[in-house]
């Protein structure tokens, strides 16, 4: 019989930012016991194993829900059946302050403002600055 993984992700999935490392450390059960150490693989999906850790560090660009196997494997090439296991990929908003702290904005009809903004990315992307909705003169 060969080994299953067990200790998995609660309700099978993990959560975080694009700008986190993804780990997870599973185990296994063999109940006639391989002859040598369990190995685990990636069947499909992200990440890689260390010993019983799989890891991922993902980009930008795989924000969404991604789908990984995995399984656990004697060292005669016996290998148990397939876990999945779904890992969402959040994008941080940038944190955007309108006017500097103890900043006052005066704006007087039929004349120029000016307001200086600031904004920071918790994961570090790139910003574009927009107007959207702006009701005042162009």
Same mark, same amino acid.
């Given at each position: 019989?060969?080994?299953?993984?067990?200790?998995?992700?609660?309700?099978?999935?993990?959560?975080?930012?694009?700008?986190?490392?993804?780990?997870? !450390?599973?185990?296994?059960?063999?109940? /006639?016991?391989?002859? &040598?150490? $369990?190995?685990?693989? @990636? *069947?499909?999906?992200?990440?890689?194993? !260390?010993?019983?850790?799989?890891?991922? /560090?993902?980009?930008? &660009?795989? $924000?969404?829900?991604? @789908? *990984?196997?995995?399984?656990?494997?004697?060292?005669?090439?016996?290998?148990?059946?397939?876990?999945?296991?779904?890992?969402?990929?959040?994008?941080?908003?940038?944190?955007?302050?309108?006017?500097?702290?103890?900043?006052?904005?005066?704006?007087?009809?039929?004349?120029?403002?000016?307001?200086?903004?600031?904004?920071?990315?918790?994961?570090?992307?790139?910003?574009?600055?927009?107007?959207?909705?702006?009701?005042?003169?162009?």
């Amino acid at each position: 019989v060969a080994p299953d993984v067990i200790n998995g992700p609660p309700a099978d999935e993990i959560v975080g930012f694009h700008c986190d490392v993804f780990e997870w !450390t599973f185990g296994s059960v063999d109940p /006639d016991g391989c002859a &040598g150490t $369990v190995t685990f693989e @990636v *069947v499909s999906g992200p990440g890689s194993f !260390t010993d019983a850790t799989w890891s991922w /560090d993902p980009g930008i &660009g795989d $924000v969404g829900n991604n @789908v *990984v196997e995995v399984r656990a494997c004697c060292p005669t090439g016996n290998c148990g059946n397939i876990y999945s296991f779904n890992v969402q990929v959040n994008n941080q908003a940038p944190n955007f302050t309108l006017c500097p702290d103890g900043a006052v904005f005066n704006a007087s009809v039929g004349k120029d403002s000016e307001v200086q903004t600031t904004a920071v990315d918790g994961c570090g992307d790139a910003m574009t600055y927009s107007i959207h909705g702006w009701r005042g003169r162009r």
